[in-house]
């Protein structure tokens, strides 16, 4: 069935009046804002964003802790990252998110080690002041190779009027100027993950790079050539398969944030020379304070997909010399062959499948490309906790007539992916099982489905390699029972 | 370049390629300001020692990998053991994204449950709002025959107070007067996810048995001779609510599952998304006052539930997670003595197969050395089962275990020879585990996937039986419980013992004598 863009816009329009009919009329209201039809030439996808989720609506976001510690902090590998508050939070999100990195892990780094406070009635009442500090005593004896600690909030801190910066000053203070970083990400704050990335950026701007010791030694000599990998949070490995084709266009990587990094490449951005920016919702903020207190310029980039990643490997290497931008000639070259081969071998088994997406950052639209690569199309796509300059960016990947749907809720996502009938729906846990289900193809775009890496060139091969068996599994043939399927 | 289209090398494999090696080594030598390696080795010795031990036993404020959630995640699993209830849990919105994604890891299943999605302005205006709203659009939009609420550490903190606004939600609208929305609070600064378990079943029973929140007359309990079994907070609850079923109707007793969430987590792949699925029918769990008595299969799991059915005028029995042959036999006799009706010979010869294969493989087991860790309930059967089939539970640990049941646990050790030597750990974590293990080694770990960290910390091989398995597909299908559940884990232990056999034997002309095929 294939419809003309205009009938195509047409019926999503008339979808979206149906799922609508569903709420209380003050909820359909407020629901109807972010629920779109992207047509092109306008300058956002027509949906309304970063708003409140409405209560009762199975809404798929999180909250500001989620962003802070399971997003922003959690992956800085040698410190330790305190859950401050009762035990669920920390346990829930425990080496969850597949943040990968190398190290001894409960000696040198901590990263899929879960370190909560277990606050009890009594340290609601009397407050949790005393146990903190006696927390990062306890961490100092235990775990003495840690090179600082955070605290990420919970719900409770913020309400019962704990001063947890004042306990992180005394207590950097007793021990020589160690980082602790006290952040104030209580999951009641915001309206999702994305206030808790903003406010784990302004904590690094406060607690670390306004605590740099100016006069200290560089721990290495500037090049001309640095820069640091802003927002890639190595899930499966994903930083690792992008830092390798930026260090072979001539580039040195002196800072990954924050997957498999550490305080110390934080501590050294300030010098790098262009910030490469890939999770732009994560970690703007910060790319925006670097470039306005230390002049460092910073560049989006796309690394999903052969022909995203040699637009962006151009663009990255446009800010430096002939010799970089012959590096970036010489990369896209390199794995040309191999990205034909991939093509060659996948594209035959997904041309023309249909996508439906629902992700988190960047990806409902930087995978676009990689799947158009692939021969695929994406025809609806939605932002969990998007902001209207996500909506716009998305403008440049989407086409006329795709449906747009902000902060869906589980029964929009099940109305539309119903009535649309993609070949791969491409969202998360929570989501992965209602479409399997329904006999739906689905592939985890958050943790990969625990595979990957999928940034970069030898990302790519394995993304395809998903998205074929994902769609091609057998046994979505199976899901009726032959005595059952009609003649 | 190792990467190519025909053999697709994923993180498994691409990482240890030449360039991948390179690249770790010279970002840590560059950039990390990492520790020396022998410093980090000499960290790592020093953390085997007993000194270290010490220090980590000394500990008072600091937790460190945990083996416990908190209370809604409790809450939720009663809520979707009955018949078209959706779960909604008041205050903030991550909360319910972080239960949904935890059970949906572990039962491969979808998890439905809202949130009031409470902000900020909540925060100071309190949460009624919120109620109001969130209870008008989960009705209209999922159309649950019943909604049941619970709440996250906010709303605790902040005081909402659950009757008042259930009650102003109703007369706004929301919901119809006499749709049934009982209510728990469930502060997660206060027990864990079993006492969660606890008081949201107490507050669906509550709603039923007690008039609905004063909005019905209390209904007059007029006994018959039916059974309520409720199963508790239980990883293996698909498996295990059918096999008590199996057994009981074997029996010919008359019974309620109360909760009994075995369909809604083992729904088909048939084209359907089944929110709802199976479940205590409403119907049933108002009737079940009636029953004779309400017999519970984890004793930490229900007490407050427990002491309610008491009061209603039931006789009450509790079990800890009834593993193996004296514990099966237990609770057959006390379901038989209750109810009159005598136990059939198809389960003695269940019983009998179940005997016979620990006749077989007994010469494995015997004298190894385990440590286990879980909820309090699952740490009782499984150790029990381990001084039946003569292995000694060396360590057990439940970080949400109280004295009381460590005092149970040493008792259940004082009654056998095989008991000797071993501990209980109440309210301990994984990390003072991990002290146990290196300081006392022992054969064999037996816990949930997060206990694979222990295994490759300490070398000491992790048998996955507990609550959440992420990492290992669907064991959470079979029965632990009954005879037949005590063969599923006889066997998981058994396949473990043997691969480490044949694992420590694999090396040619070194250690392949004892490489045997038969064992």
Known sequence: ?487 | MSQNAEHVLDHFDLFRQPEYVELFENKKKNFENAEPADKVEQAREWTKTWEYREKNFAREALTVNPAKACQPLGAVFVAVGFESTLPFVHGSQGCVAYYRSHFSRHFKEPSSCVSSSMTEDAAVFGGLNNMIDGLANAYAMYKPKMIAVSTTCMAEVIGDDLNAFIKNAKEKGSVPEDFDVPFAHTPAFVGSHITGYDNALLGVLKHFWDGKAGTVPVPERVPNEKINFVGGFDGYTVGNQREVSRMLDLMGVEYTLLCDASDVWDTPTDGEFRMYDGGTTLADAAAALNAKATVSMQEYCTPKTLEFCASKGQETLAFNHPVGIAATDQFLMAISKLTGKPIPDALAKERGRLVDAIADSNAHIHGKKFAIYGDPDLCYGLAAFLLELGAEPTHVLATNGNKEWAQKMQALFDGSPFGKGCHAYAGKDLWHMRSLLFTEPVDFLIGNTYGKYLERDTGTPLIRIGFPVFDRHHHHRYPVWGYQGAMNVLVWILDKIFDEIDKNTIVPAKTDYSYDIIR
Not at chain 1, 22 to 44: I, N, Q
Not at chain 1, 116 to 123: A, G, L, M, R
Not at chain 1, 137 to 145: G, S, T, Y
Request: aromatic share 12%; glycine share 10%; with cysteine.
């Open chain 1, 1 to 487: 069935m294939s419809l003309t863009v205009e009938a195509n816009t047409q019926r999503n329009k008339q979808l979206v009046e149906e799922v609508l009919k569903v709420y209380p009329d003050k909820t359909a209201k407020k629901r109807a804002k972010h629920l779109g039809v992207y047509e092109d030439g306008k300058s956002d996808c027509g949906v309304k964003s970063n708003i409140k989720s409405i209560p009762g609506v199975m809404t798929i976001r999180g909250c500001a802790y989620a962003g802070s510690k399971g997003v922003v902090w959690g992956p800085i590998k040698d410190m330790i990252h305190i859950s401050h508050g009762p035990v669920g939070c920390g346990q829930y999100s425990w080496a969850a998110r597949r943040n990968y990195y190398i190290g001894t892990t409960g000696i040198d780094t901590f990263v899929t080690m879960q370190f909560t406070s277990d606050f009890q009635e009594k340290d609601i009442v009397f407050g949790g002041d005393k146990k903190l500090a006696k927390i990062i005593d306890e961490i100092q004896v235990l775990f003495p190779l840690n090179h600082g600690i955070t605290i990420q909030s919970e719900c409770p801190i913020g309400l019962i009027g704990d001063d947890i910066e004042a306990v992180s000053k005394a207590k950097s203070k007793e021990y020589t100027g160690k980082t602790i970083v006290p952040v104030r990400c209580e999951g009641f704050r915001g309206v999702s993950q994305s206030l808790g990335h903003h406010i784990a950026n302004d904590t690094i701007r406060d607690w670390v790079f306004d605590k740099l010791d100016k006069d200290a030694p560089p721990r290495f000599e500037p090049s001309p050539y640095d820069v640091a990998i802003i927002g890639d949070y190595n899930i499966g490995g994903d930083a690792w398969s992008s830092r390798i084709l930026l260090e072979e266009m001539g580039l040195r990587v002196i800072a990954q944030w924050s997957g498999d990094g550490s305080i110390a490449e934080l501590e050294a951005t300030p010098k790098a020379k262009l910030n490469v920016l890939h999770c732009y919702r994560s970690m703007n903020y910060i790319s925006r304070h670097m470039e306005e207190k230390y002049g460092i310029p910073w560049v989006e980039y796309n690394f999903f997909g052969p022909s995203k990643i040699a637009a962006s490997l151009r663009e990255i290497a446009s800010h430096f010399d002939d010799n970089i931008k012959e590096g970036a000639e010489r990369v896209i070259a390199k794995y040309q062959p191999l990205m034909q081969a991939v093509i060659d071998k996948y594209r035959p088994r997904l041309e023309g499948k249909k996508v439906m997406l629902f992700v988190g950052g960047l990806r409902p639209r930087h995978v676009i490309g990689a799947y158009e690569d692939l021969g695929m199309e994406v025809i609806g796509t939605g932002y969990e906790f998007g902001h209207n300059d996500d909506y716009q960016r998305t403008t440049h990947y989407v086409k006329d007539g795709t449906l747009i749907y902000d902060d869906v809720t589980g029964y929009e996502f099940e109305q539309f992916v119903e009535a649309l009938q993609p070949d791969l729906v491409a969202s998360g846990i929570k989501e992965k099982y209602v479409f399997q289900k329904m006999g739906f193809p689905f592939r985890q775009m958050h943790s990969w489905d625990y595979s990957g890496p999928y940034h970069g060139y030898d990302g790519f091969a394995i993304f395809a390699r998903d998205m074929d068996m994902a769609i091609n599994n057998p046994v979505w043939s199976l899901t009726k029972a032959p005595w059952q399927q009609q003649a």
